[in-house]
Structure formats: C-alpha cells, structure tokens
C-alpha cells in the first residue's frame, strides 16, 4: 500500500502527498503519461479553476521550454516534487523534439539607425501617467481612416503557443518580448528582424527607450532587469532584483530622471500554492528603484513592510507562513508635481490579511518611502489552493483575489484639481483625490467582477473620458462577459457601453466574450481586443463598432514561422505613425492559444 513520505528537494524536507507520487511508485521514471497524468492532469484539463494550459496546448511546446518550466520556472515548485528523470519523461512525453528555426531571410538585409524624431508608443501606458492615449499627430490615424485598417503584415513567435509581450515602438522599430523570453527588434514597416536577445525567461513587460533613444530596458519572469542597446542588442548589464524564487516582473518599469522604478510582483499564489506540500506562502510585493546607467539598486520597499513569519501548519503538516503578498501586476503612475508614484496592489496570499493588499500605494519617489495608503477591498486573502479539492493551503476566511492590477490613470480637472482614476477586479472604478491620500471622490461599478472578472489590465483615457474593456469571463458561459464602457473623468458617470458581438468562434474551445486585455485610444477612437480572437475600434462619442477584424485564423508570417491568431488578453494594441499593432493568443486554460504578432495600416500600404 503506498504511504506519503518525504523528499529532500535542495536541501530541505518537502512532504510530499500521496497523488503526487503514485506515478514515481507505479510507473518507471520513462513513463511521462502516467507521470503526467498522475502528478499534471488535475490542473491540465478542461474545467480546471487554476487556468493552466490544457495539454494539447502544451504539446504544441518544445520539450526543452517544458523542462525549463518545471526546473527553474513557474512550475517549479511542482517540479521539485519530481526527480531530474521524472520531469524529463513529462517534458518529452508532452512537448515535441526541437523547435521552429527562424531563416535567416526573416533578418533585415540591413541594419538601419534608429529613425528620430518618428511617433513611438513607449513602454506600457506611452506617458508618465499612464494615458494609453497617443495624440492625433502621432497616431496617424483618425476615425474616418480608421475602417480602412487592413493587415500588413504578421509575425509568428518561434517555440511559443502564447503570445502575450507588450509592444513598444521607438524609432521605426517594434520592440517586443516573447514567452521564451527572446526579446524582439522588428522593422515597424515590414516586420523584419533587426535584432533579438534571450532572456532567461518569459518577457511579458513592454520594453522601455531611454529618453536618449540609446537604451532599452525590460524586465523578465525571474525578476531580472536588462539593460540592451537599443540599436544593437547587445547588453550592457542584467540586474536581479528580488532572491524568492517565485518574484517576476510583469508591471514594466517606468523610467525617470535617471532611475528605473521597478514593480515586483509573484507566481508564488498560484501553481505553487495549489500544491499541499508548499509552504504558503513568503513573497512580498516590493517596488525596487535602480539607477538605469549601471542597474545598482538605490532602495527597495516591501508593499507590507513586515516580514513573513511562521504561522504554524495545515492539516496536512505543511509550514503556514505570513504575512505575504502584496504583488504589483502593473506599471507604476508618475506624479512628478509631488515627487510620488501610484501602483495598485494585489491579494494577501495567505493569513494575517494587511492594509496595503487590494489598495493604491505612494511611494515616495526619492526615499521609497510609502507616503500613503488606500485600501479598496479589505480581507482578500486568497491563493490557488482554495481552487484545490481539500484546501490545504487556502486561507480559512478567504477572500475573492480581487487585485488591482490596472495602473492608475493620473488627470488634471479644471480649476488645477487632479484626480485618479483606477479599475479593480470587483467591476468597481475608482476616482481617487491624489493631494487627499487617495480619497475617495467617486465610485462606479461597471461590472458584475469576481476572480476573473471585472477590469484586469489596462484602461485609456482623453481629455473628457476614461475606457475600460469589462472581462467577467465566465468559462462555462463563452457568451457571457464583455464589453467596453465610457466614464466621464470628472464625476465617473458612465456616458456609454458597447455590449460585445455573440462569438462567431463558440464551436471552439476557449472561446468567450470577455474582454479583459488592454485598451488603447486616439482622438475619436478606442481600441479593445476580446478574448473571442478579435481586435475592435469604437468611436468615443458614442461607443460604435466602426473596425473589427478577427485574428482567429492562420497567418502567412514575414519570418516563415507558422502562426495562428488566438485570444487575445493581457497587453493591449498600440497606436502610432498610421499603425495599429497587437498581440494575438493567449494560452492560459481555457483561452485560444495562439503566437501571432500583427501590424495593420490604412489599406495595407
């Protein structure tokens, strides 16, 4: 009869639970099904809470890059729990030999110099606070040209089945990272190569140009920062900024006055945390400022100043730790009148909850101290464990893992009144007075919210209204959720909402309406992807449909590479010099993989 026992994974005991070990007791360590299907199906598989890949997906993987995840990336603290020959089963059993080659024909015949003085789209929201909204010179693009959009040409992510980098463009180029982290410098006109550089994991942040246009800087999902040169490629130094083996970057950094300000956040809550034998849980958000010349650390302040304790154990005999949590998902909001910047947090992870979780945070830009504090959502502590039959390692009075993972929208009233504007997962936004401690002037719900739902990744924003695109993503209900909604800055009352258009792809699975990506703006018009494979523009007066093109299909690839358009979620579109960039495909259970990267121009010229 097998028993629970314990392995010693780098030095320390690690309990490990009877079903994570029934495949190493019945099978030989070459047996990757039985491997996967013992230790990996539970999450694996379709109508899983905890959104991993299903396994078709990950056979569409290289092996190596599944390895690689189970050693020493997010799935590495259920890795630990297998021997160097179990996951290497798995990785074979699931992935395929190899990988896609890009031809050296994909390169441009010649480097050019970086065009100044050209629109560009930098970093994530294109300004210090956070706009996403590009100007009528540097768009290009007006209401009446923007129904002519056609594609001009596509670019498939070699190895990868997400495609999920924020684009950045600067200087004729389209900067972009990849789920491999190979970060990408593309030719914006046609799409050729210019240069590439590997990270040592995925790079999901948008690349940041110094003001000089020398520099390029982006952070990966091991919570290092690179600094490349922006026409070359070549590194100038790589920084790592937080030693919990579970820290990412996913927020892209903000640069000014010669400092990177660096948000941490953590997969610590998820896969690792639905795993009963891991000691839930120990990481912090933290925001980190550097000095970008040299990447040197200049301070770091915890979201939740005090540090992770032992709590006791679960019922299982597992270590509780806490507090923890915290995270910051997104890029920071500059207010250079005061000197500060704004980030939204996320959940507590595990027990005690704190004030700093669900809330906006100012630091202090010189000091990193954090000058105030504004809780949104009090007690929500949660982890992926409550998704888990027993439990083991969910909080005992957990709350809903309503984050704020959209970064705060600074704004100038008339009469020099400023305000703040932020949306949460609860289908609630906010506008915070910034010279009051972000008190609260306003309060709109524009969603029904939950885990899932809500406002997840980015808002825009004019002189007169604030954009959301609404998620509520429902899995069971692909027709459920979606839409985009208008608020007027000054009083959040709403002026429009779009509903979303049925799917067209309801045969397929994954398919949904919900709209939880980015959305980007020009004078007259908003840009919202949708989970359903399509990218859509709305005029800002009255929320019409004017341009829809659906990505769900296969694309001929400027680099040879074969790739097909999926759900679009996460990073939004960007907008400059007469183009429309975006991602397509996102490949998180049970959304529509894909590993496209699109560029659209009036007519296709």
């Avoid at 959940?347 to 700093?356: E, R």
């Amino acid at each position: 009869m097998l028993t629970d026992r314990v392995r010693r994974v780098r030095g320390r005991a690690i309990w490990i639970p009877i079903f994570l070990l029934t495949a190493a007791a019945l099978s030989p360590a070459q047996d990757g099904a039985a491997i996967f299907q013992s230790v990996c199906s539970t999450c694996h598989r379709d109508g899983s809470p905890t959104e991993a890949p299903l396994a078709d997906v990950l056979r569409r993987m290289p092996a190596g890059a599944i390895l690689t995840a189970l050693e020493t990336g997010k799935m590495q603290a259920i890795g630990m729990s297998l021997s160097p020959a179990e996951r290497a089963a798995v990785a074979k059993y699931l992935g395929t030999a190899g990988g896609d080659v890009i031809p050296q024909s994909a390169f441009c015949s010649a480097r050019a110099p970086l065009a100044k003085n050209t629109p560009s789209w930098n970093a994530w929201g294109i300004d210090a606070t956070n706009t996403r909204f590009q100007s009528a010179e540097s768009a290009g693009l007006t209401a009446a040209t923007v129904p002519k959009l056609k594609l001009k040409w596509a670019f498939g992510f070699p190895g990868v089945t997400t495609a999920f980098g924020s684009p950045t463009i600067y200087g004729g180029r389209v900067f972009v990272g990849s789920a491999d982290g190979t970060v990408y410098s593309l030719d914006a006109k046609t799409g050729c190569i210019d240069w590439t550089y590997k990270a040592s994991e995925g790079v999901r942040a948008a690349v940041m140009i110094s003001d000089d246009g020398q520099t390029a800087y982006f952070g990966d999902l091991h919570a290092n920062m690179h600094a490349v040169d922006a026409a070359t490629g070549a590194e100038k130094w790589q920084m790592h900024l937080d030693d919990h083996p579970l820290a990412v970057i996913t927020g892209t950094p903000k640069l000014y006055a010669g400092r990177l300000y660096v948000p941490i956040s953590a997969g610590e809550e998820e896969v690792a945390a639905g795993n009963p034998s891991y000691k839930c849980c120990t990481l912090r958000g933290s925001m980190v400022a550097i000095n970008a010349a040299d990447g040197k650390q200049l301070w770091k302040t915890y979201t939740i100043p005090e540090a992770p304790k032992l709590l006791g154990k679960t019922a299982v005999g597992t270590e509780m730790w806490g507090p923890s949590g915290a995270a910051l998902w997104s890029s920071p909001t500059i207010d250079a009148q005061k000197g500060m910047l704004y980030i939204g947090t996320g959940a507590n992870f595990s027990d005690p909850p704190t004030k700093n979780s669900d809330a906006i945070l100012a630091f202090d830009m010189q000091s990193g101290r954090i000058a105030w504090s504004r809780q949104l959502l009090a007690n929500d502590v949660y982890n992926f464990g409550c998704l888990t039959e027993k439990k083991e390692n969910c909080p005992k009075k957990h709350g809903v893992n309503q984050d704020i993972g959209v970064p705060p929208i600074l704004k100038t009233l008339g009469g020099g009144h400023r305000i703040m504007v932020v949306g949460q997962k609860n289908g609630v936004v906010y506008g915070l007075d910034p010279d009051k401690d972000g008190k609260v002037v306003w309060q709109t719900r524009v969603s029904q919210g939950g885990p899932q739902g809500g406002l997840i990744w980015g808002s825009a924003a004019d002189n007169k209204l604030v954009y959301y695109s609404i998620s509520d993503w429902d899995p069971g209900k692909p027709e459920a959720g979606g839409g985009v909604v208008a608020l007027d800055i000054a009083t959040g009352n709403v002026a429009w909402t779009t509903l979303p258009p049925k799917p067209a792809c309801l045969a397929v699975k994954g398919c949904s309406a919900g709209q939880p990506g980015a959305v980007a703006a020009i004078p007259g018009v908003v840009f919202a992807p949708s989970l359903d494979g399509h990218l859509r523009a709305y005029e800002t007066a009255n929320g019409k449909i004017i341009w829809d093109f659906d990505t769900l299909q296969d694309f001929q690839t400027v680099d040879g590479i074969k790739a097909h358009g999926g759900s679009m979620n996460g990073t939004g579109p960007v907008v400059a010099g007469g183009m429309v960039y975006s991602n397509s495909g996102y490949s998180r259970n049970p959304v529509m993989p894909g590993n496209v990267f699109l560029a659209f121009s009036v007519d296709g010229n």
